[in-house]
T-cell receptor, first 113, second 116 residues
Framework: GENVEQHPSTLSVQEGDSAVIKCTYS??????FPWYKQELGKGPQLIID?????GEKKDQRIAVTLNKTAKHFSLHITETQPEDSAVYFC????????????FGKGTTLSVSS | GAVVSQHPSRVICKSGTSVKIECRSL??????MFWYRQFPKQSLMLMAT?????????EQGVEKDKFLINHASLTLSTLTVTSAHPEDSSFYIC????????????FGPGTRLTVL
């Protein structure tokens, strides 16, 4: 089955800096790669996703890149703000009906002002 | 995105009692429902997958007789933790899925279960 590795487990940056979180996956059949932000005591919120027919996707300060050959994808947050502080999870899935997401272990991002 | 609700948001119960958690997909026909649990400072772990009108499929290590899942309609799925014990204390989160598998995956707000 699918296995998703995520690094780093913790990341501390100064406000305004960029943050990069990286994930690798094992199942070449995976073709859907979402990123979630989870604040304490809340469910995961989708912040951006990418499908295997594109290599990069951007939404304001957030971007995701995908390298299918190397089986890795990354989240990039630019101009970080204190409110970006949270736990971020990557996930992968073949996106077929009835197939669940497999999550990485999460990255705790701390943005200090 | 899809609107998913869970009830209750948090529950505290005594050891040995049963607790029912409801998950509603408010604007989305959920032919599939994924149930996850999350222990403190850990990632989400899939517990089971249910399809509307049929039995759930449980992940290895998850007791189907302890975690009863009902998915009787396209908008409601329930997870019942039977004879709860302190080790069942966790954050339970549901995620509806549509047929075809092309839809983005959204999650409920979660239910914090504490078993005393």
């Amino acid at each position: 089955g699918e296995n998703v590795e995520q690094h780093p487990s913790t990341l501390s940056v100064q406000e305004g800096d960029s943050a990069v979180i990286k994930c690798t996956y094992s199942d070449s059949a995976s073709n859907y790669f979402p990123w979630y932000k989870q604040e304490l005591g809340k469910g995961p919120q989708l912040i951006i996703d990418i499908r295997s027919n594109v290599g990069e996707k951007k939404d304001q300060r957030i971007a995701v890149t995908l390298n299918k050959t190397a089986k890795h994808f990354s989240l990039h947050i630019t101009e970080t703000q204190p409110e970006d502080s949270a736990v971020y999870f990557c996930a992968a899935s073949p996106q077929q009906a009835g197939t669940a997401l497999i999550f990485g272990k999460g990255t705790t991002l701390s943005v200090s002002s | 995105g899809a609107v998913v609700s869970q009830h209750p948001s948090r529950v505290i119960c005594k050891s040995g009692t049963s607790v029912k958690i409801e998950c509603r997909s408010l604007d989305f026909q959920a032919t599939t429902m994924f149930w996850y649990r999350q222990f403190p400072k850990q990632s989400l772990m899939l517990m089971a997958t249910s399809n509307e009108g049929s039995k759930a499929t449980y992940e290895q290590g998850v007791e189907k007789d302890k975690f009863l899942i009902n998915h009787a309609s396209l908008t409601l799925s329930t997870l019942t933790v039977t004879s709860a014990h302190p080790e069942d204390s966790s954050f339970y989160i549901c995620s509806p899925g549509a047929s075809g598998g092309a839809a983005t995956q959204y999650f409920g707000p979660g239910t914090r279960l504490t078993v005393l």
